[in-house]
């Protein structure tokens, strides 16, 4: 499953400018710096070494077609949840064809009475794309039903149907539930039924077309990636030392397909808008994130090592973190000294 960063993301004006600034070990560094401020979750900015700036910036929008989304159906049985007019039901990806599927705030109740319990529950099924719509299938499993009361019940459940890849078309789901007890004594009931309503689903990217400019490095949060280049990480603080004889023959990574969360607005509700996208593994440790077990749920230090990163075009770049702050001191920006190219 995904992991969930609590980042802040970049929207970059990027300046550059001649300075004098120290690392975290007090080695000093005279020559360019550069400060990619940082903002909105939804956008990439773009910095080019040879303009020794960002030269442009792209929001992400979302794009329908995509299984995951926040959805609202009509669920044809009452027999165990009682809301069954708009029943809240997201949808986040998984790895490969998985998919979680989750109803957060449902109201559950007995066969006879009216009163009710707030519960959630979340199973996985795979969802594969045939022509417009998604296939989606579930085999039979046990899931615990979380309930406000801090109990839970262990119910046998699966999901199966489909649900249409465009904006306002069909979902129609068939939701299986029976309590495990039940079942296993030899009770076979299904206290689940038809959920049925409008899809939402969403996919995201950039507004704009990334191959038609020049750029080095993007930035996205604490996120980076670079422009068919690739990168390694040293083990010395010390910017000034490094050549370009200390990387001769060294193995540099490129990027890989990831994912970086850019739709945080049904996070209430468990849904995270992820765009897939390339990313840099080696450059994302410019930030070392530590969970705290709390909220916030990380801290947040900066790496301090110097990297290098070949450009597509074979030259090198020098460069190290020396704050991930705005000048309010909000982590909304990263700065970094550089030298290109490499001498």
């Not at 939804?42 to 926040?70: H, I």
């Not at 790895?95 to 559950?108: E, L, R």
């Not at 909220?295 to 070949?310: Q, S």
Request: aromatic share 10%; proline share 2%.
């Amino acid at each position: 499953m995904k992991k969930m960063n609590w980042f802040l993301v970049v929207y970059v004006v990027g300046a550059c400018f001649a300075s004098c600034t120290k690392n975290n070990n007090g080695d000093s560094w005279i020559g360019k710096s550069v400060t990619v401020d940082c903002d909105p979750y939804n956008a990439w900015s773009y910095f080019s070494f040879k303009e020794g700036k960002t030269v442009k910036t792209l929001n992400v929008k979302s794009m329908e077609g995509a299984v995951a989304g926040v959805y609202y159906g009509d669920l044809s049985s009452n027999t165990l949840i009682k809301n069954t007019d708009s029943l809240l039901m997201v949808i986040n990806e998984g790895i490969g064809d998985t998919v979680v599927i989750s109803f957060p705030a449902c109201k559950i109740g007995a066969m006879s009475g009216t009163e009710t319990t707030n519960a959630s529950f979340s199973l996985k099924a795979i969802a594969k794309k045939e022509g417009n719509i998604w296939k989606i299938s579930s085999e039979k499993s046990v899931v615990a039903m979380e309930k406000e009361n801090a109990t839970s019940t262990d119910y046998y459940m699966s999901i199966n149907g489909t649900i249409g890849t465009t904006k306002n078309a069909d979902f129609d789901l068939a939701l299986y539930m029976n309590v495990k007890a039940m079942e296993d004594g030899g009770m076979q009931m299904n206290m689940g039924g038809d959920l049925v309503g409008k899809s939402t689903g969403k996919t995201y990217g950039v507004d704009g077309d990334e191959t038609s400019f020049e750029w080095d490095l993007a930035f996205h949060r604490y996120d980076i990636k670079t422009n068919g280049g690739a990168a390694i990480m040293l083990q010395t603080s010390d910017l000034e030392s490094v050549t370009s004889a200390d990387v001769t023959g060294e193995s540099f990574t490129s990027d890989v397909d990831g994912e970086v969360m850019v739709d945080m607005s049904g996070m209430m509700t468990g849904f995270i808008g992820y765009q897939p996208t390339k990313v840099n593994e080696v450059l994302a440790k410019w930030v070392t994130a530590t969970p705290t077990g709390s909220m916030p749920p990380y801290t947040y230090k900066i790496n301090g090592k110097v990297f290098v990163v070949k450009t597509a075009d074979g030259k090198y770049a020098k460069l190290r973190f020396t704050d991930m702050s705005d000048a309010t001191g909000k982590n909304e920006a990263a700065t970094f000294d550089y030298e290109y190219p490499l001498k």
